[in-house]
């Protein structure tokens, strides 16, 4: 009983696939059209008329912790370019190996999720992953000692994904990688810049580097060491880490070819609004064309610059950025923006109805309708049995009363002031309507 149960425990990855693509879960793909094809297997293949898989293959949370049979793997994978196993019991680099060897064509191969941890992986067994351009290692936890040996015999890696690993440091290797285009590094526990310093030469050709996620305190290093370090870096993302200090956004500009930022969910930006916090930091980036994935546009630009002058302007001289006395020199000084009081505005006016008069306060974004129905207890009248007139102060003697007819116009429309009047007459009632009623 004991020993059945284990042996239904492991899984390979040709039991899955014999599963998952047997010939009779697809009765019409003979010839085409479902992106399998059956062939004619090997002989001595236990499993006859067996398919050919499609290019992109996902064998994600199946229990796989064995290859199985080589000749097998041989014959399924044939034609696969992208290989998604996560989420599976992997934990011998052998037999991953055995899949990867045995599948020529393979590019992209997803590991994450499998128990990785401290299981070695000699060179000669790293070699079978020479092909494959695009390394997906995330949450296995995977040693840096594997991450190097891995890079160091791949000599095609461009993309290379060590998310959630617990790394608090980076074991500097003593070989680059100069294939290595794209590092994504998320939700670790990166702190210091000195760690993330060594990506610098160990991927000399590194184009983009997402740190988001971790704490990281600051950015360091000169603008010198910085060109040096990471001559081609394009896109960085530094996403809720946490950065606190306008000279780390400053340093940014160091990167000689930084194109592309992302920098939301940081300390630094959290008393700033949404606006202030994009126009405060694409002031400060000339050189970067999009910031938190938007473009910037060129009138965006000279508004965001011409906001940091008047941001810095009446500040201290020793908290004025060396940015500032640039843009000044760009724009001159300029005069402060006139305050615009959009706070709802009101008018005390004299309402009179019949021999009544009371002083009623009204708020001027409201409509003749809303005034209708703040009366209507007042006056004793449904909204839609009374008329209303309006009388300036100044200008009554004048012009007469003028009727409040359009139910949706805005009061402040009319030039409402405080000390005119609002007449109220019942509708069914008709009068003449003069000054002295």
Request: proline letters at 6%.
């Amino acid at each position: 009983m004991d020993s059945s149960s284990d042996e239904e425990e492991v899984r390979t990855f040709v039991q899955v696939i014999s599963e998952k693509y047997n010939p009779e879960n697809f009765p019409y793909c003979r010839g085409q059209g479902m992106g399998v094809v059956v062939l004619p297997s090997p002989p001595g293949s236990p499993v006859k008329d067996r398919l050919n898989l499609p290019s992109v293959l996902v064998l994600n949370d199946c229990g796989i912790s064995k290859a199985g049979d080589r000749l097998e793997v041989a014959t399924f994978c044939a034609h696969v370019v992208e290989l998604d196993l996560s989420y599976n019991q992997l934990n011998d680099w052998g037999e991953i190996g055995t899949i990867v060897s045995n599948t020529p064509h393979l590019e992209f191969l997803n590991l994450s999720m499998n128990p990785l941890s401290g299981v070695g992986l000699e060179p000669s067994l790293a070699q079978v992953f020479s092909r494959v351009r695009r390394l997906v290692l995330i949450n296995t936890q995977v040693t840096w000692d594997n991450v190097h040996t891995l890079t160091q015999n791949t000599p095609e890696k461009k993309e290379l994904f060590l998310c959630l690993n617990n790394y608090n440091t980076v074991l500097e290797s003593q070989a680059p990688c100069p294939s290595l285009r794209r590092l994504q590094i998320t939700d670790n526990q990166l702190q210091e810049w000195a760690e993330v310093r060594k990506f610098g030469s160990m991927y000399p050709c590194l184009d983009t580097l997402v740190l988001a996620n971790n704490n990281l305190n600051s950015v360091e290093d000169t603008q010198a060491t910085l060109q040096y370090l990471f001559p081609n870096l394009r896109s960085i993302n530094l996403n809720n880490s946490g950065l606190c200090k306008w000279e780390d956004i400053e340093r940014l500009n160091f990167f000689p070819k930084l194109e592309e930022v992302k920098a939301m969910g940081i300390p630094l930006l959290q008393p700033y609004t949404h606006q202030e916090r994009r126009s405060l930091i694409v002031a400060q980036l000339p050189s970067v064309s999009v910031l938190n994935g938007s473009a910037i546009a060129d009138g965006e630009r000279e508004d965001a610059e011409r906001f940091f002058i008047r941001h810095y302007q009446n500040c201290p001289a020793e908290e004025i950025p060396q940015r500032y006395h640039i843009l000044v020199s760009k724009y001159g000084y300029l005069a402060p923006l006139a305050e615009v009081d959009l706070s709802p505005r009101s008018a005390l006016v004299d309402v009179r109805w019949g021999e009544r008069v009371e002083t009623v306060s009204l708020r001027l974004e409201h409509t003749v309708g809303d005034l209708k129905k703040q009366l209507k207890a007042l006056v004793q009248l449904p909204a839609n049995g009374m008329r209303l007139f309006y009388i300036a102060r100044d200008l009554g003697s004048i012009v007469g009363p003028e009727e409040l007819k359009s139910g949706c116009r805005a009061l402040h429309s009319y030039s409402i002031r405080d000390g005119d009047e609002i007449l109220v007459v019942p509708r069914d009632r008709r009068r003449c309507i003069s000054l002295d009623s």
